[in-house]
């Protein structure tokens, strides 16, 4: 049996009660890295084996965990933080435990992207989640296609690239505004509201998510609008004043107190 457990993104104490008894029963557990996963193990006196399975030996691991299953050897298949597969690997085998007809379960609990989502106050009615900016020229394809998207963009961010990556993101988008979440589900938990003008030079530790609102109708066709529509658009969408000032004025390349003064 492959079980694909979700554990913790931060907070240790976030284990389900079947995720812990499954890894207890479990004699081969799959992790990114077996130092980092073995912490929460012993927390929890989880003593199954640790088989290393990461992007580099993925294909390798597969044949290993399908011959073991075949021999009727419980797996379990677990991530750095959160739910395995999401931005990480692990559909691979998934796959091939399916085709092959072994049986197979996931064991839901912790995840990053909905954690980030719920603590965002964006619109959740419908998000999309594209994982870590690439660094290949992918970065700009996929920029442009999610800049088009109406509604809320979720991206993971590195703390070695924020800044990189929020810079990209502002030539692609604009001012959007957004929110970045870190140390979810820790002591020193935050939500930072942004727009993707502010210049952040944010120095973070640890791995953060980025929420950001999607394109609207206003953003769409804003030239077609006079300044005064353009800017009570976003104030009847919701958006603060302040924020909406700064959005149309980065957006019409004029100075902010030219907005400033259409509501005085």
């Known amino acids: 049996m492959l079980n694909i457990v979700a554990t913790p993104i931060g907070n240790l104490e976030d284990m389900t009660y079947r995720a812990v008894r499954i890894l207890q029963e479990s004699e081969i557990i799959l992790c990114e890295d077996t130092r980092h996963s073995r912490t929460l193990l012993d927390r929890y006196d989880i003593k199954a084996k640790l088989v290393s399975y990461h992007k580099f030996n993925e294909n390798e691991r597969v044949e290993y965990v399908l011959a073991k299953l075949h021999e009727g050897v419980n797996i379990s298949l677990i991530s750095d933080a959160g739910t395995p597969i999401i931005s990480d ?9 399916k085709r092959a007809g072994l049986p197979y379960t996931s064991i839901p609990g912790a995840s990053a992207v909905v ?4 603590l965002s106050g964006k619109d959740s009615s419908s998000f999309t989640f594209f994982g870590f900016l690439p660094k290949s020229k992918k970065r700009k394809d996929l920029i442009k296609k999610a800049e088009s998207i109406t509604n809320t963009v979720i991206f993971y961010i590195s703390p070695h690239s924020i800044n990189e990556d929020l810079a990209d993101l502002y030539k692609g988008f604009g001012a959007r505004s957004g929110v970045i979440l870190k140390e979810m589900t820790k002591f020193y938990e935050k939500a930072i509201d942004i727009t993707l003008a502010d210049d952040l030079k944010l120095e973070i530790k640890g791995e953060m998510v980025l929420v950001l609102e999607g394109k609207t109708e206003v953003e769409t066709n804003f030239m077609e609008l006079s300044p005064m529509e353009h800017l009570m658009g976003y104030i009847n969408s919701g958006m603060p004043k302040n924020e909406a000032i700064k959005k149309v004025a980065k957006e019409r390349g004029v100075l902010k107190n030219e907005i400033y003064t259409l509501l005085i």
């Open 89 to 97: 690997p692990g559909y691979i085998l998934v796959d091939r435990v």
């Open 115 to 118: 954690n980030a989502l719920v």
